[in-house]
C-alpha cells in the first residue's frame, strides 16, 4: 500500500497509464430496469456533463465512512477503498450500478485509481480544470463518481463544475483566467450524494471557510465498448415527439436539442447540439450508420 | 529610467468572458484581479452578483479594453473550445494596499 | 401541433437533425422554360448569393396571408404552412419553382422546417448570423426562402443581406463585432416578393421602428444530387465572349469573373471567383472532370 | 479602493474592417461603439454616410489603434474568412450618459 502524507487536496490528478489500471470488470449487470436511468436523465447527462445519485444507503453508512477518514492519519490514495471497505457499499449500490451500466454499458469497469479529496479547514480554492489531458470525444467514454458522505454546505469548499463544459477542446492552462462563471453549479449536496461527472467537465473548489474537513472520494470508471443497443431504461418511441421552438422543453428531444446550461452563444449552442445528437447516436448503438 | 512620482497608481483588471466577439453580448464568465498584495480571484460556492451583464456595461462604468478577442485564430464550426471570448480591461487606479 | 407563444423575431434557428426531415421531395418538374432561370441569373445568384423573384400570385392573396398572420397569436413553427395553407401557392408558383429547378436540380426537396418570423412593432435589430453552424461548401446544396406578403419599407425592420459573402468560412460568432457592411442589401420589397438566399449568406435585421407588425416566412429548401446537366435554361455557346478587362461586364462569364458586390479586396476577389468558377461548373454536371 | 475623480473618461471604440491588414485601404465595415448606456451598434435598412473611407482617415481625425489584424493568422490562399480586416480604434474622452 502506498501510504502518502496527510495531502490538502493535491492537485487533482490521474495517472493514465496503459497496462496499470488494476481495475475490476463488471459481470453483465442483471437488467432491473429501476435502477436504470430514464431517456430524460439520459439526455440531461449529455447536456449537462453531471448526474446527481442520492442512493438509499444503510442507516449508518455515512456516518461510519465520514468518521473514519475524520480520523485518518495519512492519505491512502487509490488504496482508500481497502482502508475504508464501507466504499464499496456506495459503488455496488443498485442505484450507482444502474447509472453506470446506463452511461457506459454493461461491462463497465471500475478503474484502479480512486483518490480521497480531504479538503483541510481554512484552505483557498482550487482553480478550474481537468483531471489529466482534455480527453475530449462525443462519446461518454470515462466518468468520475464523487462520492459525498457528509452534508456539503457552500461554505465547506464544494467541488464546483461547470455544466456543459465536457465537449470543449479546453485544456486545463485554457480555463486558468476565469474564475466564477455563469451557470456554473457548486456541489452542495446532502450526505450519501454520489455525482457522476464526464471525465472532461470543468470542475474546480471553493474555499473552506469552515473548521471541519470536507470529505470527497472520487472513483473513475470507463467504458469498455461501444454499445450495440441503449443499455438505459429506454423508449424507442421516446423522440417521436413536436420540435418545441420556444415552448415547453422538458423532454429528452429537446433537452437535446435546446438545452442551454450556461447560455453560451449561439454559434457554440449549434455546434454542442451536433456534438449531443452524435452522442445520443452513439448511445443507441447507431453509430455505425453515421460517418463521423 | 527613473519610476513616476505619482507610483501608486496601478493596474486593475477585469477579465470578462463574453458569449460572443460583440462588447453587447451578455458575459458568461467575470473574473476582477486587484493589484494589491494576498488578493487571489477564486471560483465561489455562493455566485455574487455580478455589477455588468455586458462589457459594454464596463465600458460605461469607465473600464478599458486592453486585449480583444482574437477574431483571426483559428476557427472550425465543429468544434467546441473555451468558454466565452475573453476581453480584458484595465482601470489604471491609485491603490493602496490593505 | 405545436403552440408556441407569439415571437418577436426568435434566434433564427434550424434544427439539423439526421432522419428527423419530415420534407416533401418534388415529383421532377415540367421543363416550362419560360419559368427557369436565365445564364445571367445563376451567374448573379452564384456571385451574390440571392435572387429575388416577383411571381405573379392570384389577386389579394398577399393580403389573405398578411391578414391571416395579423391575427394569428401564436407561433406554430414548421406549422405555419398548415395554418396559413395559402403558403402552398407561393412556393408552388410556377416562377418559384422554376427558381428552385435551376439552383436546386429538378428533384430539389421543401424541407420540412419553415419559420413566421413576425418582427414586433419597435423592437431593435437582429445582428448578422447564419441559421445554424456554417455550411460552406462550393456547391448551391441549400437556399433560404424569404416570403414577404406586404410592401416592406425601410422603417418596417427589413431583413438585411450582405452580397457575396456565402461562400465565407464565418460562422455567426465571427460577425459578432459587425454592424453596417458595405453593399449591404436591405430587403425593402414589394408584397409578394420572394427572396431565394444561399444558405450561409449573412443575414441580419434592422430594427422595426414603426407600428406594424413585419411578417417573413421563411422556407428551407434543399439540393437532393448534383447536377448531370444544367437545369436552368442554359445556353451552351454563352462563355464564347472575350474576357472584358475592364469594359462591359453584363454577361455571365464577366459577371462570374469581375462581380465584386461589396467590394472585397485582391486576394478574396480571386478566391471567389475560383470557387465561383467550381460552383458554375458543378451547376453544369461537369465536376466529374474536376478533382476537388 | 477609490476610483480617481477623473472618472468621467470612458473608451469610445471604433470598430474598422478594411479591405486588406493596410490601413491605407478601404474600410468595407464600420461599426462605433459609444459608452454610454443603452447604446447599441446596429444594422440598418439606410446606410449612413461614414465619415472616414480609410483607417488612416481615422487617424487623421485623432483615433488610436488598440488592435491591428493579426497577420500571422493561419491563412490559405483558397479559403476565406470574414469580411475585411478588422481594426479597433478607440478615443479616451470625458463622456457623460445622456
Known amino acids: 500500500m502506498d501510504r502518502n502524507p496527510p495531502a490538502a487536496e493535491t492537485a487533482a490528478e490521474t495517472l493514465v497509464e496503459p497496462g496499470a489500471v488494476n481495475g475490476e470488470v463488471q459481470p453483465g449487470a442483471s437488467r432491473d430496469m429501476s435502477h436504470l436511468l430514464t431517456d430524460l436523465e439520459?439526455?440531461?447527462?449529455?447536456?449537462?456533463?453531471?448526474?446527481?445519485?442520492?442512493?438509499?444507503?444503510?442507516?449508518?453508512?455515512?456516518?461510519?465512512?465520514?468518521?473514519?477518514?475524520?480520523?485518518?492519519?495519512?492519505?491512502?490514495g487509490d488504496a482508500i477503498a481497502e482502508v475504508v471497505p464501507e466504499l464499496w457499499?456506495?459503488?455496488?449500490?443498485?442505484?450507482v450500478k444502474g447509472a453506470l451500466v446506463s452511461l457506459?454499458?454493461?461491462?463497465?469497469?471500475?478503474?484502479?485509481?480512486?483518490?480521497w479529496h480531504c479538503k483541510q479547514p481554512h484552505t483557498g480554492h482550487m482553480s478550474w480544470h481537468q483531471d489529466s489531458t482534455n480527453n475530449r470525444d462525443y462519446r461518454i467514454d470515462r466518468l468520475l463518481g464523487l462520492f459525498y458522505p457528509t452534508d456539503i454546505t457552500p461554505e465547506m469548499g464544494p467541488t464546483v463544475i461547470v455544466p456543459g463544459t465536457q465537449f470543449r477542446n479546453a485544456p486545463t492552462d485554457?480555463?486558468?483566467?476565469?474564475?466564477?462563471?455563469?451557470?456554473?453549479?457548486?456541489?452542495?449536496?446532502?450526505?450519501?450524494t454520489f455525482a457522476l461527472t464526464h471525465y472532461d467537465l470543468w470542475h474546480g473548489t471553493a474555499a473552506n471557510r469552515t473548521a471541519v474537513k470536507r470529505h470527497m472520494i472520487k472513483f473513475l470508471f470507463r467504458r469498455v465498448r461501444d454499445n450495440k443497443a441503449p443499455t438505459w431504461?429506454?423508449?424507442?418511441?421516446?423522440?417521436?415527439?413536436?420540435?418545441a421552438w420556444g415552448g415547453k422543453r422538458d423532454d429528452p428531444k429537446n433537452v437535446l436539442s435546446f438545452g442551454n446550461p450556461i447560455g453560451v452563444g449561439q454559434s457554440d449552442h449549434y455546434k454542442e447540439r451536433q456534438i449531443r445528437w452524435k452522442c445520443w447516436n452513439n448511445l443507441l448503438g447507431a453509430d455505425d450508420a453515421l460517418d463521423d | 529610467m527613473s519610476?513616476?512620482?505619482?507610483?501608486?497608481?496601478?493596474?486593475?483588471?477585469?477579465?470578462?468572458?463574453?458569449?460572443?466577439?460583440?462588447?453587447?453580448?451578455?458575459?458568461?464568465?467575470?473574473?476582477?484581479?486587484?493589484?494589491?498584495?494576498d488578493y487571489r480571484?477564486?471560483?465561489?460556492?455562493?455566485?455574487?452578483?455580478?455589477?455588468?451583464?455586458?462589457?459594454h456595461d464596463a465600458l460605461v462604468d469607465g473600464w478599458q479594453i486592453v486585449q480583444f478577442p482574437h477574431q483571426q485564430a483559428p476557427i472550425d464550426d465543429r468544434d467546441l473550445d473555451v468558454v466565452g471570448y475573453e476581453f480584458i480591461l484595465q482601470k489604471l487606479e491609485e491603490v493602496q494596499d490593505g
Request: glycine share 8%; proline share 10%; charged share 20%.
Open chain 1, 174 to 192: 485554457r480555463m486558468a483566467t476565469y474564475s466564477n462563471i455563469h451557470g456554473q453549479v457548486p456541489m452542495v449536496v446532502k450526505a450519501g
Open chain 2, 3 to 37: 519610476s513616476t512620482p505619482n507610483s501608486s497608481v496601478r493596474q486593475r483588471l477585469l477579465y470578462l468572458h463574453a458569449r460572443t466577439p460583440s462588447v453587447f453580448s451578455e458575459i458568461l464568465g467575470y473574473t476582477p484581479v486587484e493589484p494589491v498584495r
Open chain 1, 42 to 76: 439520459m439526455a440531461g447527462f449529455i447536456v449537462n456533463g453531471y448526474h446527481l445519485l442520492e442512493p438509499d444507503l444503510p442507516e449508518g453508512l455515512n456516518e461510519r465512512i465520514a468518521g473514519r477518514l475524520d480520523g485518518l492519519g495519512y492519505n491512502p
Open chain 1, 89 to 95: 457499499q456506495v459503488i455496488e449500490h443498485p442505484a
Open chain 1, 104 to 115: 457506459l454499458g454493461e461491462d463497465f469497469e471500475v478503474m484502479g485509481h480512486r483518490h
Open chain 2, 41 to 55: 480571484a477564486e471560483i465561489t460556492a455562493d455566485v455574487p452578483d455580478w455589477p455588468y451583464q455586458t462589457v
Open chain 1, 233 to 243: 431504461n429506454h423508449d424507442p418511441d421516446v423522440m417521436d415527439v413536436p420540435t
